[in-house]
Structures are given as structure tokens and as C-alpha cells.
């Protein structure tokens, strides 16, 4: 069952990519629509076509596909925003972390008397732990804890996260993403425990403690207590039900976009006589997503630079 719950988990990955082909083929039919302009009347008028469906494919599908990118990439640049400025807090606030070793690990302490542990980093991910945490839990424990948080900086699963709220936030016309994506993150928990179990001899105790440790105040930052989790501690696995109404809605969303752009670019392509008119839509999509491409790697490189002092620090 957990083997198959996994597989189930993953198909949010498929998807994700189906949803970002349908928003690129959406805005490929959308460029086409603007370049290469409405069907002329004398077309419509020697086509063999209903005036009424030439009207249509002129006007509202690439209206509405306009809509569809417009809110993709609304939503999009609203959450990276929103996980650029957080980060930027997190770099701030670990800058004066002390580079030490607890356990024969490398983790950056921080002074703080309430007990914390987690992962931060996009690129690079370190391990950062408290002082509260440090004295508060016995050796094992605390070799659970960091062998837990090393598994996910070793995954990036920092990055992983950030990739799926964006995918998540952004393609909306796909809800399945997100019980998919919370499922795919409970697996993430549930493996690195099993990781931090394997770090302490296949002992479950020392995981179990530091999620005791952890689970007793709301301000606590670690590896919360999941019933789940800690199910796996006692040997009992849980039954997962896939959303299967979501993902066939989700396979409707898809076909029914992917439908749309081919239409829309079918149509335009096909009152193109000039092949040079086609030519031109050629360079301007590959303009927009050289331009797209360029600005990722804006962001990628504003986002290591904002880093930099903080690997600096631990480093």
C-alpha cells in the first residue's frame, strides 16, 4: 500500500508538466492570434467555414486563452514574490549563525533558547539547529533530528517545496495538484524518518523522542508530530485514497486546453498565405520564452547573491 500510495503521490509531477505544455501552448496560440491578426472579411467570405465559427476562433478563444496565461502568470509571480521576500527574512535572521558540529555533523547554531531544527537554502540547504534544541535533547535524539534534516538538504527539498506552491498556485485550472503535492510532502516526512532511523541503527526510539520534543509548543520549528509519522515509528501503514473525481477533472481541464490552443493555432495558421507571417510567429515565440528563460535566471542569480553571506556565515 505505501508503495502504491508513492506512485500515486508522483503524479503530480506529470501533470505539473502537462498543465505548464498546456499554458505554453496556450500562449503560442495567443501570439499567433496577435501577430498574425483576425481573419480578413474577404476570407471569411470564400470560406467554407460558418461565419459564426470564424467570429468565435477569432475573438473569444484567444480572449479566453489570453485569460487563461494572464492568471498563470499573475499567480506565479505573486507567489515566487511572496517566497523571495520570506527567504529574504530566513537570510536575515541566520546571517549570525555560529558553523559547528553536533553529532560529527555540520550544522550553523543559533542562539536561541527555544528549540528549533530545520533546513534552509534553495541551492545549497544546510541544517540549522538552536541552542535550545542542542540542550534540550539527549544524543540520540539529536542524532535523529539532524540525520531527518540532512535527508532533506541532501533531496533540496527547500527547492522541491518551492517548486510545487508554484506549480501549485499558479496552474489553477489543475486542483488536483494540491492533495497530490501535500501527499507527496507527507512521503518526504515519512522517508526521512526512515532515513533518521537507519542513522540510529534501525532504533526508532531516539526519532520518537525528538518528535515528542518537538510536538509540545506551537512555536517549535522541527519535525512536528504526524499520526502517520508516527504510525511508521510502530511498524502500522496507513491506507491513502487517490482523489480520483480530481484527477479526472484534471484530465478533462487538460484535454479541454490542449483542445482550445490546438484550435486556436489550427485556425490561425491556416489564414496564414504569407509563410513569411509564420516566420514571424516562429521568432516571436522563441523571443517570449528566451525572454522567460532569461528571467528565471534573473531571479535564480538575485536569489544567490541574496544567499551569499548567508553560506559565507556557515561556511
Do not use: K, N
Not at 534501525?202 to 520518537?208: K, L, Y
Request: proline fraction near 5%; aromatic fraction near 4%.
Amino acid at each position: 500500500m505505501r508503495a502504491r500510495s508513492s506512485s500515486v503521490a508522483r503524479l503530480h509531477v506529470p501533470i505539473a508538466l502537462l498543465g505548464v505544455l498546456a499554458t505554453v501552448a496556450a500562449a503560442v496560440a495567443v501570439l499567433e492570434a496577435f501577430v498574425l491578426g483576425p481573419t480578413t472579411a474577404h476570407a471569411i467570405e470564400h470560406a467554407d467555414e460558418p461565419l459564426l465559427l470564424h467570429v468565435l476562433l477569432d475573438w473569444p478563444l484567444p480572449l479566453a486563452l489570453s485569460a487563461l496565461v494572464g492568471i498563470v502568470a499573475m499567480r506565479c509571480g505573486r507567489v515566487l514574490g511572496a517566497r523571495l521576500r520570506a527567504q529574504r527574512r530566513i537570510a536575515r535572521g541566520l546571517v549570525h549563525a555560529r558553523a559547528t558540529t553536533l553529532c560529527g555533523e555540520p550544522v550553523g547554531l543559533l542562539d536561541d533558547s527555544r528549540p528549533a531544527a530545520f533546513c534552509a537554502g534553495l541551492l545549497r540547504p544546510r541544517v540549522y539547529v538552536t541552542t535550545g534544541a542542542a540542550s534540550r535533547l539527549g544524543d540520540g535524539e539529536l542524532r535523529a533530528l539532524l540525520a531527518h534534516e540532512r535527508h532533506h538538504a541532501r533531496r533540496r527539498d527547500p527547492l522541491r517545496s518551492l517548486v510545487r506552491e508554484l506549480l501549485v498556485e499558479s496552474l489553477f485550472f489543475l486542483p488536483v495538484l494540491r492533495p497530490l503535492t501535500a501527499r507527496r510532502a507527507t512521503v518526504d516526512e515519512l522517508r526521512a524518518d526512515a532515513a533518521a532511523v537507519a542513522a540510529c541503527g534501525g532504533d526508532v526510539r531516539p526519532v520518537a523522542g525528538a518528535l515528542l520534543a518537538f510536538g509540545g509548543s506551537d512555536d517549535m520549528r522541527g519535525p512536528s508530530i504526524d499520526p502517520e509519522r508516527v504510525d511508521q515509528l510502530g511498524g502500522v501503514r496507513r491506507a491513502w485514497r487517490a482523489p480520483r473525481r480530481a484527477l479526472s477533472l484534471a484530465v478533462v481541464a487538460l484535454a479541454c486546453a490542449f483542445a482550445m490552443a490546438l484550435l486556436a493555432f489550427e485556425h490561425g495558421a491556416g489564414r496564414a498565405a504569407d509563410p513569411r507571417e509564420l516566420h514571424t510567429l516562429a521568432s516571436a515565440t522563441v523571443t517570449v520564452t528566451a525572454s522567460v528563460v532569461l528571467l528565471c535566471a534573473a531571479v535564480a542569480a538575485r536569489v544567490q547573491r541574496r544567499r551569499r553571506p548567508l553560506v559565507e556565515a556557515a561556511a
